[in-house]
């Protein structure tokens, strides 16, 4: 299976200069708590989470029309797949990076989507499995390891 088949196609985005107030609302209209965060070249730079957001209002003394995104982004690696991965690429990246969410990018890194551990797990659920497929058991897997190093991490902080 395809990262193509299941990820969403039409996701909200925002910009480094995107203030927060912005993006929260940008999550809120989508029902989303994760936005690719896309340059002036319109290549995917880094993404947002509400998390981002929560931790940098609870941090700063500023208002969140004041704060962009750009300041919230994590310099760290960007994990993602493109569309034409197969389904265990776009796993074995949520789980390197310890993340639910991913951007889908493609070859020449402009935005084709985002796929999610909900998308896996809905849409496999659907489609059934033919020979050669990602197993369910892999899927547990995938979902146990992301969900294991966030407690790690919850734990360690």
Known sequence: MKVRELMTTTPYYCQPET????????????NCGFL???????KVVGVVTDR????????????AGEIT??????SQKLFYCCPE??????LQAMQSGGVRRLPVITHEGLLAGIISMDDVLIGTGMA??????VSNEEIVRAFRAITQQQLAAKQAA
């Open 52 to 63: 981002d957001i929560c931790i940098a209002l609870g941090t700063r003394n500023r208002l």
């Open 19 to 30: 203030n927060l107030g912005s993006a929260a609302e940008l999550m809120w209209t989508g």
């Open 36 to 42: 690719p965060v896309v340059g002036q070249d319109s």
């Open 128 to 133: 059934g499995f033919g020979p050669g497929e």
């Open 85 to 90: 991965d197969d389904l265990r690429v776009a």
């Open 69 to 74: 995104v750009g300041e919230v982004i994590s």
